[in-house]
């Protein structure tokens, strides 16, 4: 090969060589993807991003998270209840309180089935926040009644369970910041009360 083509060839080669990423190089890590918003927790400072956690806490199967929902602080004068539908007003009213979602979400999220159960739960109508107190209106809120459905994925069944709830919340008296979710109000549709949340949690009480 005569002389100039060697310096040509040598050239090309050390320029692909200069271009080329090293294999073996530190990979810079890539960012987080942004639309996987399932995975975010943000802290509760609107009604709305507490009812967003709460969602993905179920979905998420995260005890942690569904946990800091719920009003828990003994110096309040408030309490969390839930207010059963009236089907099981005889066995549940005045008698859930927070200890009782502690151990009700404990049963759920857990099986001796790997992977299993699948959450998927999700509004089937807009929720819609009202002040509780027109006077004081940044201090506590309620939704609107809205239709949900959680499914209840194993690796043999599927549940719905289905009905509608209300949800009353007010500002953490530790954090003024943050909002807490203080009753709960279920309510079975199209007369079925077995598939209401509320028939739900007495099975896994």
């Known amino acids: 090969m005569p002389e100039k083509y060697k310096i040509i060839a040598g050239l090309i080669f050390l320029q692909t060589m200069i271009s080329c990423t090293n294999p ?22 609107t009604p709305r991003i507490l009812m967003t956690n709460f969602s993905r806490a179920i979905e998420q199967k995260n005890l942690q998270e569904y946990l800091a929902v719920f009003q828990n602080d003994e110096s309040s004068p408030i309490s969390y209840s839930f207010e059963p539908d009236e089907n099981y007003s005889e066995l549940l009213t005045n008698s ?21 159960p699948l959450l998927r739960f999700h ?3 807009s929720l819609v926040y009202s002040p509780l107190n027109p006077a004081a209106a940044d201090d506590s809120a309620e939704t609107n009644f809205v239709r949900y459905e959680l499914k209840i994925e194993m690796s043999d069944s599927v549940r719905f369970v289905t009905g509608q709830s209300r949800f ?26 077995h598939k209401s949340w509320t028939a739900h949690k007495y099975e896994l009480r």
């Open 123 to 125: 509004f089937l109508d």
């Open 24 to 45: 073996f190089a530190t990979r810079t890590p890539e960012k987080p993807d942004n639309n996987d918003q399932i995975s975010v927790f943000e802290p509760a400072v």
């Open 168 to 193: 009353k919340l007010l500002k953490d008296n530790q954090n003024l910041e943050l909002w807490l979710l203080y009753l709960w109000q279920d309510r079975a549709i199209n007369g079925e009360p």
């Open 96 to 116: 859930w309180k927070y200890e009782d979602e502690l151990s009700y979400f404990s049963k759920l999220s857990q099986s001796d089935r790997f992977g299993y």
